[in-house]
Nanobody
C-alpha cells in the first residue's frame, strides 16, 4: 500500500509562486511515474505534469509549460511541483498520484494511488 501526502498549497496573488511537495510512504517511488493533477470546483480533474521513474522524462500540459517544473528526489521519496506566474484560473485542489508507467500518464485513470490534495488559491 502506498500513501501520498501533498503539502505547500495556499493563497497567492496572481503572478506569484508556490512549491508543492508530495511525500510517499509505504513503498519506494523509484520505479514509478508520478504525476500532478488539479481539479477546480465543478470541473473535471486535469493533468498538470508528470515525471518518469528516472526523472529524465517529464511532461507538462500546454497551459503550464514554461511556468511549472516537476522534479523528484527518490532518496527523500518526494515529488515537487514548482509553480511560477500563477493565474487565478489555476485555483484548484492539486493532487499527487503514482502511476505504473508513462504509457498513459496524462490520463488520471492510469494512476493507481492518489493523495488527498492540497488547495491552491490564486487571487486576482
Amino acid at each position: 500500500q502506498v500513501q501520498l501526502r501533498e503539502s505547500g498549497g495556499g493563497l497567492v496573488q496572481a503572478g506569484g509562486s508556490l512549491r508543492l511537495s508530495c511525500v510517499a510512504s509505504g513503498r519506494t517511488l523509484i520505479t514509478y511515474a508520478m504525476g500532478w493533477f488539479r481539479q477546480a470546483q465543478g470541473k473535471e480533474r486535469e493533468f498538470v505534469a508528470a515525471i518518469g521513474w528516472s526523472g529524465e522524462k517529464t511532461d507538462y500540459s500546454d497551459s503550464v509549460k514554461g511556468r511549472f517544473t516537476i522534479s523528484r528526489d527518490d532518496a527523500k521519496l518526494t515529488v515537487n511541483l514548482q509553480m511560477n506566474d500563477l493565474k487565478p484560473e489555476e485555483t484548484a485542489v492539486y493532487y499527487c498520484a503514482q502511476a505504473p508507467g508513462t504509457l498513459r500518464w496524462r490520463d488520471h485513470e492510469w494512476y493507481n494511488y492518489w493523495g488527498r490534495g492540497t488547495q491552491v488559491t490564486v487571487s486576482s
